[in-house]
């Protein structure tokens, strides 16, 4: 009973009304775009749209002939393209503050040891979703392209368009991105209780078929981006794993002290 009153304790005055959470999540979502635009500003002038179109398109020019340039087939394509580029460079370098938003809506509603356990979750996804976006840039793109230009015939001249390869390298940033977040889901899956580390351990074939399958469906008809994306999951998974066992065992031993306090109280009592 006293760990019940205890927890109702902790929560005592969150509760608010449907229409101040509402305006705390309309609050929250206006902080997301003001952090967004403020990272907009920051890149439209250093490095500006030309140097992060040129940086982004690094990995493809460097099998492309010296003079060769990425073409803009679409008529606004000159135009549109550097700000969608610009747009995805604000939202990724403002990710921590937005995922500091979404947990400050949502950290009201969680008792204090939730919030000591959501928090470094929130950082640690952020960073991530970084590693993950960097091993597209720095590894993936140049020998992807490379895989791709060894089969390209001598008599057809690669020249691709920038919307397309815009499209592409972001849909691999984001496939990347939310694959390397395996860790995390594997580590709230135990911790809700939807699963055991017993659990994990017998999936993990069938997890690797997973791994191959997602690849396969989101990343271009090449072998070696598909490789690079299944072998990174299936080992974040078994770091999941080993987080997921570490965090269980230090979370019994807080349990277990209580629960010894608890049974010497009612000895005295």
């Not at 939730?114 to 929130?122: C, Q, S, T």
């Not at 020998?143 to 972001?170: C, K, N, W």
Request: charged share 15%; glycine share 6%; with cysteine.
């Amino acid at each position: 009973m006293s760990d019940n009153r205890s927890q109702e304790d902790e929560l005592a005055g969150t509760e608010q009304p449907f229409v101040q959470h509402l305006m705390e999540l309309r609050n929250r979502l206006l902080f997301c775009v003001y952090g967004v635009l403020a990272a907009l500003a920051v890149l439209a002038f250093f490095p500006g749209p030309d140097g992060l179109i040129d940086f982004i398109a690094r990995p493809i020019k460097m099998h492309m002939p010296p003079d060769a340039k990425l073409i803009a087939v679409g008529v606004f394509s000159p135009f549109l393209v550097p700000l969608k580029v610009l747009g995805m460079a604000a939202v990724l370098a403002a990710l921590p503050w937005i995922m500091y938003q979404l947990w400050a809506f949502v950290a009201p509603g969680l008792y204090s040891h939730e919030k000591r356990f959501a928090m470094p979750l929130i950082i640690i996804g952020s960073l991530l979703a970084y590693i993950g976006i960097a091993f597209v840039q720095l590894f993936v793109l140049d020998r992807m392209f490379g895989f791709i230009q060894h089969f390209t015939p001598a008599s057809v001249a690669a020249t691709p368009d920038i919307a397309s390869y815009v499209e592409a390298i972001l849909s691999l940033y984001i496939a990347f991105g939310l694959a390397f977040q395996v860790p995390i889901v594997v580590i709230l899956l135990v911790r809700v209780g939807l699963v055991d580390i017993a659990k994990l351990k017998s999936f993990r074939g069938y997890f690797i078929v997973v791994a191959f399958v997602i690849a396969a469906v989101v990343t271009p008809p090449d072998v070696f981006s598909q490789l690079a994306l299944a072998i990174p999951m299936c080992v974040l998974y078994e770091i999941g794993i080993l987080g997921a066992s570490w965090l269980t065992r230090n979370a019994k031993k807080p349990d277990d002290a209580g629960e010894g306090a608890s049974a010497a109280d009612q000895q005295q009592s």
